[in-house]
T-cell receptor
Framework: GAVVSQHPSRVICKSGTSVKIECRSLDFQATTMFWYRQFPKQSLMLMATSNEGSKATYEQGVEKDKFLINHASLTLSTLTVTSAHPEDSSFYIC????????????FGPGTRLLVL | AQSVSQHNHHVILSEAASLELGCNYSYGGTVNLFWYVQYPGQHLQLLLKYFSGDPLVKGIKGFEAEFIKSKFSFNLRKPSVQWSDTAEYFCAVTSNQAGTALIFGKGTTLSVSS
């Protein structure tokens, strides 16, 4: 159980375009989902906390107008990278927590974004 | 604010050697501690976690970790590593508060030679 999927797994886009990444909890409901970014050979950096039905909470230094997060249902959160630039190229990983509580987070497989 | 420090950036071992990866955290309240592993080209997998109770936690693949509250540490150990343990290892911490995210350390690269 506790499977989190992400789509797409890999995307290449031109500079200036927008890219949407989906994160789904497949067999559980998640009130809270988290978005992380991982640069090559580096750790996961928390970008934002996404709560179902409310605005996301962004970490310091993360532009909320550039990284749009929508958490419209208990099983789906989306991250849209708007007007992507080469420096946005990274590995984006989402995770989800059970609605019913608990501390464990379950991670998706990640989405590799390459902006040309 | 919570923070996690992993002392070793890159560890190189021969097969059958013993492993200990250091992890220290900074947080004033009750914490929950995790070790994750990321094999090359793969996503994160949970190795083990500590919430409460016995401070010596056993995880998958023969790994264990010991929570020492007085030292704010949660070091990962394995008595005998294998070539297949080559991976990136991340220590992470979160609080008991609802909705708080995992905060990760910078990671330790483990290279095991056969």
């Amino acid at each position: 159980g506790a499977v989190v999927s992400q789509h797409p797994s890999r995307v290449i886009c031109k500079s200036g375009t927008s890219v949407k990444i989906e994160c789904r909890s497949l067999d559980f409901q998640a009130t809270t989902m988290f978005w992380y970014r991982q640069f090559p050979k580096q750790s996961l950096m928390l970008m934002a906390t996404s709560n179902e039905g409310s605005k996301a909470t962004y970490e310091q230094g993360v532009e909320k107008d550039k990284f749009l997060i929508n958490h419209a249902s208990l099983t789906l959160s989306t991250l849209t990278v708007t007007s992507a630039h080469p420096e946005d190229s990274s590995f984006y990983i989402c995770s989800a927590r059970f609605t019913s509580g608990g501390i464990s987070q379950y991670f998706g497989p990640g989405t590799r974004l390459l902006v040309l | 604010a919570q923070s996690v420090s992993q002392h070793n950036h890159h560890v190189i071992l021969s097969e059958a050697a013993s492993l200990e990866l250091g992890c220290n955290y900074s947080y004033g309240g009750t914490v929950n501690l995790f070790w994750y592993v990321q094999y090359p080209g793969q996503h994160l997998q949970l190795l083990l976690k500590y919430f409460s109770g016995d401070p010596l936690v056993k995880g998958i693949k023969g790994f264990e970790a010991e929570f020492i509250k007085s030292k704010f540490s949660f070091n990962l150990r394995k008595p005998s590593v294998q070539w297949s343990d080559t991976a990136e290892y991340f220590c992470a911490v979160t609080s008991n508060q609802a909705g708080t995210a995992l905060i990760f350390g910078k990671g330790t690269t483990l290279s095991v030679s056969s």
